[in-house]
């Protein structure tokens, strides 16, 4: 029903309003009871009007009766006394009588129309079976009745006497109709300024309720504008404290983003102003030199090369990063081998390891296939194991190990290398970190390896772990569902 109503009102644009709703809920809340109570008075006084009179008009009506029967009426209509005694509750009651004989004759009829002719209804015809009828027609204003005139005089005993005819009344309801009408009237007024009170106060309760949420729109607002930073309360009601509560959240994740994302550009900027810088400081000094020796000109260039080779790799890295942000939540899962992954993995890395004579261990404790985005974990898997190879020493070794249980799949890279400073181990995933920073021309790095590593994991629902003794090794543990859950 709700839905209809919405529907209904969908095109209604001020209907969407809550002042709008709680105005008329207050509007109808208090009008419709007051309506119905009007109806129910108006109708109650008339029923009991209506009785009031009918009973009294019965009574009057049996006592005629007697009087008929004593003066022999029925026979005889000459009675003067009969007749006044019929003319006179005629006009009390603003009605007619009609007196009418066991033949369905009309003897009497006070307006004197109807005298001599027969008269078959339905209420006569149950009236001479003993049954008093009353019928009450609200729109007409009349009530008609019909008495039994019972022969008691003649009958000796306490029995009912013999029905010797009708009294057919008709009487106007006029008075009870005119009192109805100035009630209606009164109540009308009275209706009519509830109405106005209910207004005036649902005008004024609807704004007054809605108070604290014009201020929860004005403490955004003036937030956007940028008024303030502290975290908004509007405690009026648990509702609007609710609202302002996940609004300050929100402001609090934004400014976080804000900042981290400042944070990011600059230190884009300034890693890639560091290669430049290099760059420009060799080529100006080769500009500055008149007759420059060839061996001297030929380390400048391989210097160049080498700074736009580690420009290249920032960029390539930055790529990555953005490229992994951006389809976060949108891998493309399959089925994947992992032993076969990281096996071709560490095949492609055996060069540089053997370049700098450190042994490669794979160490596969079962076969494990998971659903994982193949191409984004052999970046993960590559960043870890170049790391280990990179930060190792000459005559070292790295050892990846795989194994699994029903619900997930582990991937070890331990190594025999410098190992990172406790302190800096909750850092290294963050980007552009490099641990001992002034060593960090020694090793190429664009510090971005690790955070590309981490969000890749994430985006599986897995997590990874670093362990690490200073001098000793490394051990970086990651852990990844085997079923992908979106
Ligand atoms: P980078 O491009 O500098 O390697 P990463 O994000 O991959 O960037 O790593 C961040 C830092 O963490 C590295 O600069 C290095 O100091 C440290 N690190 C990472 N892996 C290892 C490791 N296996 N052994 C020692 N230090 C490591």
Redesign the pocket.
Known sequence: MWEKIKKRTGNLVFFRSLRVRIFFLLMIMGLIPGHITRSMLINNYEKRAVSVKMSEVSNQFKMISNHLIAYHYLSDTSSEVINAELNQISNLYDGRVLVINKNFKVVKDTYGISEGKTVISEEVVRCFRGEETTYYDGKDGFIEMTIPIVDNVNQQSEEQGEIQGVLLCGLSTDNISLTISILERKAFVLEVLLAILILLTSLFVSKFLLLPFHKVTKAISEVKEGFTDKALSVPDYEETQHIVDAFNEVLKRMRILDQSRQEFVSNVSHELKTPLTSMKVLADSLIGQKQVPEELYQEFMEDIAAEIERENRIINDLLSLVKADKTSGRLNVEMVDVNKLLESLMKRLSPIAEKDRIELIFESNRPVTAEIDETKITLAGT?LIE??I??NRPGGWVKVSLDADHQFFTITVE?S????PEEEQEH?FERF????KSH?GEIP???????ITRNIILMHRGAIQVS?VLEEG?T?LVKIPLTYSK
Do not use: M
């Open positions: 960043n790391n280990a990179k930060y190594d290398g410098r190992g990172i290294i970190y490099r641990v001992d960090s790095g664009s510090g971005l390896g690790l955070a690490s490394t970086f």
